[in-house]
């Protein structure tokens, strides 16, 4: 079984906030409104017990005045890994793999969240975590 098993495991994850924001004076004048979206990320490592964490942070229409609504959300997924790497194998590792373990509940909470609010739901596509990353 040891043969099958990952590098990384993920041993759970949390929410660690959730803010929507309605914009009561936003005005939707057209039919689409473009999707303005950010990420960005924080690992930390224990070397000793071998854990990792990632937050992954994601923000609709952060700092754009004329948007139905903000939101933040950030999610933090909690991994122990296999001791065969270095700090900076193990940091890319849980960067890339990390990312695209979590992705998918992220984007979930996202559809979730923006499909209760009144306003069309938000689906974030499926990404080349790679690409997300800027990481060649």
Do not use: H, Q
Not at 91 to 110: C, D, H, Q
């Amino acid at each position: 079984m040891n043969k099958i098993n990952a590098d990384i495991n993920l041993d759970s994850y949390i929410i660690d906030t959730i803010n929507y924001k309605i914009n009561e004076d936003y005005i939707n004048e057209e039919d689409n409104i473009d999707i303005k979206i950010s990420f960005d990320n924080d690992i930390s490592i224990n070397e000793e017990l071998k854990k990792a964490r990632i937050r992954i942070g994601c923000y609709i229409f952060k700092g754009y005045k004329d948007s139905p609504f903000n939101l933040d959300l950030n999610i933090t997924g909690y991994f122990s890994y296999n001791s065969k790497y270095s700090v900076s194998e193990i940091e890319k590792l849980i960067l890339v793999n990390g990312t695209a373990i979590l992705f998918p509940y992220l984007r979930s909470m996202i559809t979730t969240i923006t499909a209760n609010s009144g306003y069309v739901p938000i689906i974030i596509p499926t990404v080349n975590i790679n690409k997300l990353l800027n990481i060649e």
